[in-house]
């Protein structure tokens, strides 16, 4: 089960953005698995990519058409990577733009595709191709669209992943809108997980790809399920250009600090949805990691703890077991690191602190803080002044289940 509550806000229609979504048949039945994103004339977009050296085929395709041409159509497939497919699976995603491309009269490389799904199959082009004038009808700019392509997306997820900020820009409203998706295979260095994001702001090329890249390094990058990297990993975000707010070149202007802030809140805010939905998970748990000589020390730990078999298993029994969580912090392979000075807390209670347990902590206390499905951990390493934060899970028998059965 999820950790807490769907959180599925209405997100507002955006000048000039459309979805659609249609049915292909490939690995899903009574579903829609196809989703089209429709774009403005004009839009500029900037993207961040998985660092897996097997890059899916649709991955490389984005990367070279982004490149060459604004793009007016995202055309976004569910239940088949179409990665590890060689030379075929380039011609698929290659054939897959061209089709669109037939269809909407627009170059092939205005169309960016993307992949979620089972690594190593084939992409059936005939069942994506007879789906996109069904995808091209329902196109619409209504609310409820911005949700049916959420789940359309979809792979071992729950639920759909929605989020939407709005900013002041010297007094000018900026609107942003976002959809994701991804419950494993998910770890920093982007995760299985693809996210699209569409504001109405004006950027120039430049502060669009430098957003782009601080927001994704603050929230995606900042999460981990289970250690795992995918080949086809994306987080795109859009700028339209269509709300009457001034054009940002720079991020360290006010009106760059503002959208940045807004926009890394929605990045953080679809990147903690997949942890909650993440597959068997029954935690959510919060890494606040404080005293960092440097920040890569900080986020060298919280990855440590949250890819640690043992940290996770105990986190899903609720079993104050701190001990894993010192033995992870000692491993991690932080330089210069001072066992004595390392302080840890659950919320705001003292656990861990001078080497030996903290004066007034027994076992019944701690089982009270690692019983709710949200949690708070802070490690002072008590090095420096450097703090990074970062979200992970529980690790359940569910999650080997789900993915023992994956393909069957």
Request: with cysteine.
């Amino acid at each position: 089960m999820p950790v807490g509550p769907a959180h599925l806000p209405t997100l507002p229609a955006l000048d000039g953005v459309r979805w659609g979504t249609a049915a292909t048949g490939m690995r899903y039945q009574n579903r829609d698995d196809l989703a089209l994103l429709e774009l403005p004339a004009d839009t500029i977009a900037a993207a961040c990519f998985t660092q897996n050296h097997y890059r899916a085929a649709p991955i490389l395709i984005a990367q070279h058409h982004l490149q060459t041409t604004p793009p007016r159509y995202l055309l976004i497939n569910a239940g088949t990577a179409n990665a590890c497919t060689g030379e075929p699976g380039l011609q698929a995603a290659t054939d897959s733009c061209a089709a669109l491309a037939k269809l909407t009269a627009l170059s092939p490389a205005a169309i960016l595709p993307f992949s979620t799904g089972v690594i190593g199959e084939p992409l059936d082009t005939a069942a994506l191709t007879a789906a996109l004038p069904a995808a091209i009808e329902s196109l619409s700019t209504a609310p409820a669209a911005w949700e049916r392509a959420a789940r359309a997306i979809m792979t071992t997820d729950t639920r759909p992943k929605l989020a939407t900020a709005t900013c002041s820009l010297a007094g000018h409203r900026a609107q942003i809108n976002g959809i994701a998706k991804g419950a494993g295979m998910l770890c920093p260095n982007m995760a299985t997980m693809l996210a699209f994001v569409v504001t109405d702001a004006r950027l120039s090329a430049a502060a669009l790809d430098a957003l782009c890249r601080q927001a994704t390094e603050k929230s995606f990058n900042r999460i981990s399920v289970d250690g795992d990297t995918s080949t086809n990993d994306a987080v795109l975000l859009a700028a339209t250009g269509r709300a009457n707010t001034p054009s940002i070149d720079a991020l360290d202007s006010p009106a760059g600090r503002a959208l940045a802030t807004a926009t890394t809140a929605l990045f953080q805010d679809l990147a903690q949805q997949l942890v909650r939905d993440a597959e068997g998970a029954t935690r959510l748990v919060t890494l606040d990691v404080t005293g960092g000589a440097t920040s890569a020390d900080c986020l060298q730990v919280a990855r440590t703890l949250s890819t640690s078999p043992l940290v996770k298993t105990a986190l899903y029994a609720g079993d104050p077991n701190w001990g894993r969580l010192v033995a992870a912090i000692g491993r991690a392979g932080i330089p210069g690191l001072d066992p004595a000075r390392v302080k840890l807390a659950v919320g705001d209670t003292p656990i861990f602190a001078n080497g030996q347990p903290a004066p007034h902590y027994n076992e019944t206390q701690g089982r009270a803080l690692f019983a709710p499905a949200e949690l708070r951990i802070q490690i002072d390493l008590g090095m420096g002044k450097h703090r990074e934060q970062f979200w992970t899970c529980d690790l359940s028998p569910d999650y080997v289940r789900i993915n023992a059965d994956y393909r069957s």
